[in-house]
């Protein structure tokens, strides 16, 4: 098998392993322009990564923007179907400002969307697609869940501002201010509390589970992420799963379960995703929605993987050799590794071991 390590770029990688994941699990490609009416990204700021859109006057004078963002589009241009589910993935530029460069680029970026009737089974699939792609791209990650019902209802009846503030405290895991946010906007003593032992809970199902029911019952939204979380280990993830209630929405797109993916070696998330009905709602949809994005450019971060030699098999061989002979050795070289071909040895080549075709053998050397 060829190795593209050495010419792709990890971006490029991580697009090919992607692709035939999603395609595995039944989701179609989905292509779409590269841009969008502006308003569609004013309606829907809150949702947005950055801030920053790139506009220019098309020549109708409307207002349009290069697409910051994925999912909003798809939502725009997809159409309700009562009873089914439509699966979908994607590799698109989007063009939003860099956390590196801290300026605008055009970044790389794959996920998925499954919209439409949804209940709990497509939940689980897409949360199982989001553990196997940080598999495919990372060779150790971790994936942290929650569930905004419960913490939606601890703030029940709470202005929007102030669950947003009470939110962003939780997901900077910031118990300080979190407690001073709470009396500010008048929330019970006994609800503030509750809410700084939910942020401080972190770690694996079994361990965490049990805590929050303690915390705050047996509700319909414990439930549910309980059945979820026991599903991914059954299915082998639990290596990889924690509960972190630090992964919430601070606006009011999202529902149930949310969840963000780390890569060993990268500070932020490399990939972010959960429920989306309230989007779907304010857009104008009648049905639910799950997906997750895989920011591509975030990978840069990961240090390289090291290589103890530049070819496992160097097979020296003779001007004039059988030339059918020495590519059909080579060929059966190369299933315990790479082989490269040479008369001599190159200076500065590394090389696990060196062999010699000759007289339609090959040899030590």
């Known amino acids: ?3 593209y390590g050495c010419t792709l770029r990890r971006e490029e990688q991580a697009v090919f392993a992607l692709r035939g994941l999603y395609e595995d699990y039944g989701y179609a490609p989905y292509k779409m322009s590269k841009f969008e009416e502006y308003d569609l990204y004013v309606r829907n700021k809150e949702f947005l990564i950055s801030d920053g859109v790139i506009t220019f006057t098309d020549t109708d004078g409307k207002l349009m923007a290069l697409k910051p963002d994925v999912t909003l589009s798809i939502i725009k241009n997809s159409r309700d179907e009562s009873g089914c589910v439509q699966k979908v993935y994607y590799n698109e530029n989007v063009y939003r400002v860099s956390e590196d460069a801290h300026c ?198 990961m240090p390289e993987a090291t290589r103890e030699y530049d070819v496992d098999t160097l097979l020296l061989y003779d001007e004039g050799c059988d030339l059918t002979a020495l590519y059909a050795a080579a060929g059966t070289l190369r299933g315990e590794g790479s082989v490269m071909l040479q008369k001599e040895i190159p200076s500065k080549l590394t090389y696990r071991r060196v062999c010699r075709f000759k007289n339609g053998e090959v040899k030590p050397v």
């Open 104 to 301: 605008f680029k055009e970044i790389l970026q794959t996920g998925l969307e499954c919209m439409g009737d949804i209940d709990d089974g497509c939940v689980y699939e897409v949360l199982r697609l989001a553990a196997e792609s940080l598999r495919r791209i990372a060779p150790k990650a971790v994936l942290d869940v929650s569930h905004l019902g419960v913490v939606d209802s601890l703030l029940d009846g709470l202005c929007a501002e102030g669950r947003g503030k009470i939110c962003h405290c939780m997901g900077e895991k910031n118990a300080h201010e979190l407690k001073a946010v709470c009396a500010k906007y008048g929330v019970a003593e006994d609800v503030a509390d509750k809410l700084q032992k939910l942020v401080g809970l972190y770690g694996a199902p079994d361990k965490v589970m049990p805590a929050l029911r303690d915390l705050v019952g047996d509700t319909a939204a414990v439930a549910t992420l309980e059945t979820l979380t026991a599903a991914m280990v059954a299915g082998g993830y639990g290596d990889m799963l924690r509960v972190d209630f630090s992964v919430i929405d601070e606006g009011r797109y999202y529902n149930g379960i949310v969840f963000r993916g780390f890569a060993q070696g990268v500070p932020d998330s490399v990939l972010s995703g959960g429920q989306y009905d309230r989007l779907m709602r304010q857009m104008g949809r009648r049905g639910g929605a799950v997906g997750f994005a895989v920011y591509l450019d975030r990978l840069g971060r």
């Open 1 to 3: 098998m060829t190795d």
